[in-house]
């Protein structure tokens, strides 16, 4: 075997101080070198090293306690953060918003491809994703708190049309995971249910002049078969065999995440947390046609998959999300990002460049924040560092964009009715604001290019125009003046009001509603 076999603390000893770490996760302990990172952190308030380092991450990674990304947010630890998704790492977060870090967010397509130009040691990556975003440099140019004063992405223009260009990383260490070793250093991944951006991490380093390590689950004694291989030896320093990985912090090694399994029933009724995410799920299902490519977000929209099921649609579509997975049953809160019985696997970066070709026909995805040029936030509010995860690498690139939310939030209550809606308690936080927070998709880039994009939410309905947000749709039930106009800190257009289905208010049954 040309790499070196070592324990987890060996491993853990070879990081410096100052040191870029890229690393390949994502929420739920998918791909997690979880045992790799413990001993790292374990070092950390043992010797109070590794110390400055520069953690990279695209999808984010962790437990929202102690795990993943949590293990290296300790004070002294980490000096910078470049993220995707920072949402899995609230002690991460804190540490952003208190300034004891200096904190980046990227969409995380434009970082998962980013690991790949630097490692091919070409000028950075060229692109337009982010565009009129937070990413922008005419915005935040990727800063997350006033600690991170670095540019770490500028415009240019390449024949008449604006670009952006992200600087290229440069990686000390890619940690990453897999299922096994062949007696070559050959590493497959048979049992994960993704491959994410690990390659991408792998060759970052290795241009970089860095090390690549990989933790696994055990060594085979027969050569892979090639077509199984997805980190080829030549690309790997050292490996740590940890016998107990689990899949993720949910499965030991659930087969149903990997192989083909059959296709869950449809026409039964879903199991919607409450009325809120009954409604705005059915209704944004209402704009899925039969042979969409359709992504689906994390949280409220990915309810939408429950949505098309409870109406026997759901095999009429096909499921892709920024994971690389497609089709199968999407797993929702922990597990989100993984599928069971996915009908095809590629790696994060060819399903990013992929997403750019213009593939998805609807993608759904949450809402933080809208305000009256149809901007939309979900990436950083109330003083918190959240990421947009592959947010805008999607929704700046599908036809047509579903933002699925509540009209307001912290204490919001409704009940259904006969067909409508029923406001109990009002939110105390206005979701559609002046000026949203952050910008993470661009009312005005979407609809100077023509794409198409809806606001749903459990008692209106807004859609974008020219000339800013129009209101479309009002719940049956819902007064216009008091529970809407009187509520929004801009006046929308109003050209032809016509009242939500009133299919999306049927009751749902309490007895089948999960509990948080």
């Known amino acids: 075997m040309r790499a070196e076999l070592l324990s987890v603390d060996a491993a853990a000893a070879l990081l410096a101080d100052g040191a870029t770490v890229a690393l390949a996760a994502n929420g739920g302990g998918m791909l997690e070198p979880t045992e790799l990172i413990g001993a790292i952190e374990r070092r950390f308030l043992d010797t109070a090293s590794p110390r400055d380092l520069h953690v990279v991450h695209a999808l984010g990674a962790g437990d929202r306690a102690t795990r993943g990304l949590n293990g290296f947010a300790h004070e002294g630890m980490v000096r910078r953060v470049t993220g995707g998704h920072w949402t899995w790492s609230p002690a991460m977060m804190r540490l952003a918003a208190e300034e004891k870090i200096e904190a980046y967010t990227m969409p ?88 994410l951006d690990a390659l991408e991490c792998a060759q970052a380093a290795r241009g970089s002049g860095g090390i690549v390590i990989v933790q696994v689950k055990r060594r085979t004694a027969a050569p892979l ?70 992504n689906l977000g994390f949280g409220m929209s990915a309810d939408v998959a429950a949505a098309l099921r409870e109406e026997g649609r759901l095999h009429e579509v096909t499921l892709a999300v920024e994971q690389g997975l497609y089709d199968g049953t999407p797993e929702l809160g922990d597990l989100f990002g993984m599928s069971v019985g996915p009908s095809a696997r590629v790696s994060s970066a060819v399903q990013f460049d992929t997403f750019a070709t213009g593939i998805i026909d609807t993608t759904c995805l949450g809402m933080a924040q809208a ?21 805008v690498d999607i929704s ?28 109990v308690r009002e939110g105390a936080v206005p979701k559609f604001v002046a000026d949203v927070d952050d910008v993470t998709f661009s009312g005005h880039l979407a609809a100077r290019e023509g794409r198409r ?51 999306v208010f049927a009751p749902i049954d309490p007895v089948l509603q999960e509990q948080p």
Not at 233 to 255: F, G, I, K, S
Not at 416 to 421: F, K
Not at 474 to 499: K, M, N, Q, S, T
């Open 108 to 195: 995380a397509g434009v970082i998962t491809h980013l690991l790949r130009e630097s490692g091919a040691r070409r000028p950075g990556l060229i692109t337009r994703t982010g565009l009129h975003t937070f990413a922008d440099p005419r915005l935040k140019g990727c800063r997350a708190n006033a600690s991170a004063r670095d540019a770490v992405v500028d415009v240019l223009e390449l024949d008449g049309a604006e670009y952006l260009r992200y600087r290229p990383l440069h990686v000390d260490v890619a940690l990453i995971r897999g299922t096994e070793v062949d007696e070559r250093g050959n590493i497959g991944a048979d049992a994960e249910p993704a491959t």
């Open 225 to 294: 078969d090639p077509r199984r291989v997805f980190i080829p030896a030549a690309l790997v320093d050292h490996v740590v065999v940890v016998p107990e990985q689990r899949q993720t912090y949910l499965t030991e090694e659930d087969h149903t995440l990997f192989d083909p399994a059959p296709a869950l029933p449809e026409g039964v009724p879903a199991r919607f947390l409450d009325p809120i995410r009954a409604v705005v799920a059915r209704r944004a299902a209402l704009e899925v046609r039969a042979g969409d490519v359709l």
């Open 371 to 391: 305000d009256a040029h149809g901007n939309v936030n979900v990436s950083a509010f109330g003083g918190k560092v959240m990421g947009p995860g592959g947010f």
């Open 396 to 423: 700046q690139y599908a036809r047509t964009s579903v933002f699925c939310g509540a009209f307001s939030a912290k204490g919001l209550q409704i009940e259904l009715d006969d067909g409508a809606v029923r406001l």
């Open 453 to 503: 994009a809806l606001y749903v939410t459990e008692r209106c309905v807004f859609e974008l125009t020219p000339e800013g947000l129009a209101l479309t749709e009002v719940a049956p039930g819902i007064d216009l003046e008091r529970d809407i106009l009187a509520r929004l800190p801009w006046r929308p257009i109003i050209r032809d009001l016509r009242p939500m289905p009133a299919a």
